[in-house]
């Protein structure tokens, strides 16, 4: 299995597929890779894919530090330029936009395009800040087990726990966060919880960029993609219905649909 170290960190990344372009996928806090099995699939025929695990996360290693997002933008650049993959589509989900955005901002020579998946510009908001305080204190020192419920409601919509179909799927889900390492768990919510908004910033984007969100995401509610549309010129806007904030997992036919469009439009 690859790694490569990165800023002094050992990352776990896949590459796939191939094409004249490179496609570079950066995941959630808390999931890892795996979570764009279905774009990778659909895609990888027609593009490079390269994915990876944020350190503390997935198959990543869990360093002493590094965890803010300016030091994940830093492990961002030096991953693209290591790999060759510049100039790339960046895939940027949630946690993954936060830095997509950073990347557009202070190195746009490194991307094609942008696509932002239930992000936001935003920092966390100070409603969210206790809640995920208190769930990490909770998860970190009485076991994940005990939030792992209130987790998957924040991640998944009702439609998708529900639908007696999907049971493996969320039995899978369940499993992937719940092998988080704890300790990298909590330095990695902590440079969430804690970054800077950059939304004062986002105007100057000028690359193409695809802007999704679900319908039901709570975590990144859908008026903090409306407001990073309403600040980037060259955006567009797709609301997927019935999703919640793991688009990617949850509906996957339509997500991949949206990228279709718009790498093809480029």
């Not at 593009?47 to 350190?55: A, E, G, M, N």
């Not at 991953?79 to 100039?87: E, G, K, M, R, W």
């Not at 439609?159 to 768990?185: C, I, S, Y």
């Amino acid at each position: 299995m690859p790694h490569i170290t990165i800023n002094g960190a050992n990352l776990y990344y896949e590459e796939e597929g191939s094409g004249p372009q490179t496609i570079v996928f950066g995941h959630s806090l808390l999931l890892n890779l795996r979570m764009f099995d279905d774009q990778v699939a659909h895609l990888k025929d027609r593009y490079r894919c390269v994915r990876f695990d944020w350190r503390g996360q997935g198959q990543s290693e869990v360093t002493e530090d590094g965890y803010d997002m300016d030091s994940l933008y830093e492990d961002a650049v030096a991953l693209i330029a290591a790999l060759d993959c510049a100039p790339c589509h960046w895939v940027g989900f949630s946690m993954g936009g936060f830095v997509g955005l950073r990347l557009a901002i202070r190195r746009p020579d490194l991307l094609r395009s942008l696509i932002l998946i239930d992000t936001s510009a935003a920092p966390e908001p100070d409603r969210n800040k206790w809640e995920d305080r208190l769930l990490l204190f909770i998860a970190r020192w009485l076991g994940f087990r005990l939030v792992i419920g209130s987790a998957m409601k924040i991640f998944f919509a009702k439609k998708f726990l529900t639908d007696p179909a999907r049971k493996a799927q969320v039995a899978e889900w369940r499993g992937h966060l719940l092998a988080n390492d704890p300790v990298g768990m909590v330095r990695a919510v902590k440079g969430v919880i804690t970054r800077q908004g950059v939304l004062e910033q986002i105007d100057k984007i000028n690359l193409p960029t695809l802007i999704i969100v679900g319908e039901e995401d709570v975590a990144t509610t859908p008026d903090k993609s409306r407001q990073m549309h309403a600040h980037i010129t060259n955006s567009t806007l797709i609301t997927i219905p019935d999703a919640g904030h793991v688009t990617p997992v949850e509906e996957p036919a339509a997500v991949n649909a949206a990228l279709d469009d718009f790498l093809m439009s480029g």
